[in-house]
């Protein structure tokens, strides 16, 4: 019995040690484990922090911990939200503030809207019993404090005058944004309401964060006639075509006034020609159009909505459509209804900083196309290539008004500027004719074309049936190359970059 106690104990003694040190390990392992993980989430922490995460996030032990998260919700001290909340607290919208009776009809107010369309405030506001605003502030310009009384504390009269978006809108956070979804296709597009005067810069994170959408290696901006037009059937392929196989090539943005009506017509018949609406969504094609020209803009009032939209082909109303075939809208907004001029601004503005770049963001080459347009169209063009950054604009000849008297200034203004007079005259006879001017006004478009044209290596003539090489992309790419000012290697390197080895071949070498 003793020799068979002996043998157990030993063996009960080994397998207790063997039993300790295993849990030992897994004391060890465990705690190794924690430790990890605790380094993981501290790593996590800096890595937020370092990203942008809003500073001091983490309530002080004097302030209560929910009024600390409201407050840094509201104040976005980082300045960086994502997703919607990023659009809530980042884009703005603008809106009339101050009702001021407009000169013809006393029931109506200079931003175009009726009385009875202002909220109870507004009207309270504008008759005395409110306090009047000032909201408007640019960079650059101080903002001057408005208030009804002097420095010496007395009560002053505040005739407001003629109304005015500087006096009379305010600035709110954007209550406009969301998905369309156009009935009778499987097409959905992105919308958003913005201020006319939104920092480019959040425009371009809207579309590249929030969106989602690539960085392109070409923006091709379109501009040309608002109403309808014919274009012979020749030029109307050629355009087509021309279009879609630069967007192809260069996964371009396309920049367009985003309403079913003019040039728009037209690139929405190129969009047809790849086979229906499935495939526009191979291309981005972005519409900048003013918010106070939709027709039934109160439709897209919602946050991150969906709506069905079915566009009217017979529109007798001053108000627009959008057109179907783009898949981005920024609906420009400065606090007037059925004016144009909104979407002019944050074009521009949107347009010179994705040409220009910044120490974040390289240049991307941008082209200007036009096609037909009107006077407005040649100050466009004139602004393309006489300011900073100087984009070149390629002229379709044989499309109508616009195109064609530019074309043909191009053809009979010297390199230096000069026009004689016999060719003078006959442009002042074409656009009295074409435009309805008089002799004086046509006299100062006139040196607007002079100065267009006399810039040769930043205009360039399409004129189909010219050249053996008669494809508008090919036209494109060359007036890129040509007005871009680069040495050989580097028009290469973006030749290659576009995909288009037969521009490198046929215009560098």
């Known amino acids: 019995m003793d020799r068979k106690r002996g043998s157990i104990v030993p063996a009960i003694h080994k397998a207790v040690e063997e039993s300790l040190r295993a849990n030992s390990v897994t004391v060890e392992e465990n705690e190794v484990e924690r430790e990890t993980q605790r380094k ?12 942008g995460a809003a500073p001091l996030n983490t309530a002080p032990r004097h302030v209560q911990k929910f009024d600390w998260k409201d407050m840094l919700h509201l104040a976005d001290i980082s300045g960086r939200k994502k997703g919607k909340n990023w659009i809530e607290c980042r884009l703005k919208m603008r809106q009339c503030s101050y009702f001021v009776p407009s000169q013809r009809f006393s029931e109506r ?18 008759h005395g019993k409110g306090h009047p605003l000032n909201h408007l502030t640019l960079p650059g310009i101080q903002e001057v404090d408005t208030t009804d009384a002097d420095v010496d504390g007395n009560e002053i009269n505040l005739a407001p005058g003629r109304w005015s978006i500087q006096s009379h809108t305010e600035v709110l956070p954007t209550d406009s944004y969301g998905n369309i979804a156009f009935e009778g ?30 960085p392109p290696k070409l923006i091709i901006t379109i501009n040309g006639g608002l109403t309808k037009f014919d274009l012979q059937p020749k030029l109307a392929r050629t355009f ?41 969504k191979k291309h981005v094609a972005i519409g900048i159009a003013s918010w106070g020209m939709l027709k039934q803009r109160n439709r897209f009032v919602g946050k991150d909505s969906t709506v069905t ?9 001053r108000l627009k459509e959008l057109n179907d075939n783009h898949s981005y809208f920024l609906f420009s907004d400065n606090g007037t209804v059925n004016r144009y001029g909104a979407e002019i601004i944050l074009r521009k503005r949107l347009e010179t900083y994705l040409a220009q770049g910044d120490k974040k963001r390289s240049a991307i080459p941008l082209i200007c196309v036009v096609l037909e347009g009107g006077a407005f169209t040649i100050k466009m063009v004139h602004d393309y290539v006489t300011t900073i950054p100087r984009i070149p604009v390629i002229i379709c000849d044989g499309s109508g008004r616009a195109a064609d008297i530019l074309a043909f ?63 508008l992309d090919h036209a494109i790419m060359s007036c890129l190359l ?12 973006l030749a290659l970059a576009w995909n288009r080895a037969d521009i490198a071949r046929t215009e560098i070498f």
């Open 409 to 471: 200034a191009h053809q009979t203004v010297s390199q230096n500027g000069f026009l004689s007079d016999n060719i003078r005259n006959q442009l002042v006879n074409i656009i009295r004719r074409v435009f309805g001017y008089d002799p004086k006004t046509a006299q100062k478009m006139i040196k607007q074309i002079v100065e267009c044209t006399s810039n040769k290596s930043l205009m360039t003539i399409f004129r189909f049936g010219e050249s053996s090489r008669e494809d």
């Open 185 to 214: 296709t499987a097409h959905h597009a992105q919308y958003a309401r913005v201020s006319f005067d939104t920092d480019p810069r959040d425009i371009v994170h809207l579309m590249m964060k929030v969106w989602k959408l690539k």
């Open 109 to 126: 107010c200079g931003c175009g809207k009726e009385k009875s369309k202002h909220s109870e405030e507004v009207l309270e506001r504008s």
């Open 240 to 280: 087509r075509k021309g279009i879609m196989k630069i967007a192809k090539s260069t996964d371009a943005w396309i920049i367009t006034s985003g309403l079913d009506e003019g040039v728009v017509r037209h690139l929405d018949s190129a969009l047809h020609d790849q086979g229906t609406h499935h495939a526009a």
């Open 309 to 317: 939209y079915a566009t009217n082909m017979f529109n007798n109303t």
């Open 482 to 493: 040509k007005g871009q000012n680069l040495s050989p290697p580097e028009q290469l390197q």
């Open 40 to 51: 993981k989430r501290r790593k996590k922490q800096r890595s937020t922090s370092a990203d």
